[in-house]
């Protein structure tokens, strides 16, 4: 069963520490830092990535606060306290939540402000793979994050029981940069 969220921050704005709690509340969650012992790149050095199953390859959220230079800068996370929370949707919720499937982003790729603080919206380098963020969401937007999250949970363990993989199990590998 489940475990509830956390509680509120008392300010209203959760940190990227409160973030990545209430993701692992959630059954079988396993979370990396991007380190250099995780054989990760060093521009992700810091960011979080969160996996059901044993591979490890695939996240189905993270929580980034740096831009990535030439690749994703347009949430322009380098501003003080300024995090993002990313999760993978998929076509079907994506579509639902934003009116248009993650094929047609593109063309509307234009008319989101990524730098916009406290709204979901497409991921803006993964919006054409089902990913959706939120630049510091408030105590108003938490329960439809913890929503998202809890989609993108469920459909990271199905797809590891459909692979054939048990979640929770052991496993190495390394980060991808899905997500990000």
């Known amino acids: ?4 969220p956390p509680s509120v921050p008392a300010a209203g704005l959760p ?17 990396v830092r991007a380190d250099a012992a995780s054989g990760a790149p060093p521009a992700s050095w810091g960011e979080r990535f969160f996996f059901v199953g044993p591979d ?19 949430s322009r996370l380098d501003r003080p306290d300024v995090h993002r929370l990313n999760v993978e949707l998929g076509r079907a919720e994506f579509q639902r939540r934003f009116g248009y499937p993650p094929a047609r982003f593109p063309d509307h790729r234009a008319g989101i402000d990524f730098t916009r603080q406290g709204e979901i919206m497409p991921h803006p380098a993964y919006g054409l793979h089902g990913w959706a963020c939120v630049l510091c969401p408030g105590v108003d ?6 929503r998202l999250i ?3 949970h ?7 029981r459909r692979a054939g993989d048990r979640p929770g199990s052991d ?9 990000r």
Request: proline share 9%.
């Open 154 to 160: 469920a459909r990271a363990v199905d797809r590891h």
């Open 171 to 179: 496993g190495g590998g390394a980060l991808s940069a899905p997500g």
């Open 1 to 4: 069963m489940t475990q509830p």
């Open 150 to 152: 809890a989609h993108a």
């Open 56 to 74: 490890r390859r695939r996240p189905f959220a993270t929580i980034v606060a740096h831009d990535t230079p030439g690749f994703d800068e347009d």
């Open 141 to 146: 937007l938490l329960p439809e994050v913890d």
């Open 15 to 31: 940190t990227e520490a409160e973030l990545a709690q209430r993701i692992l509340t959630l059954p079988a969650v396993t979370q």
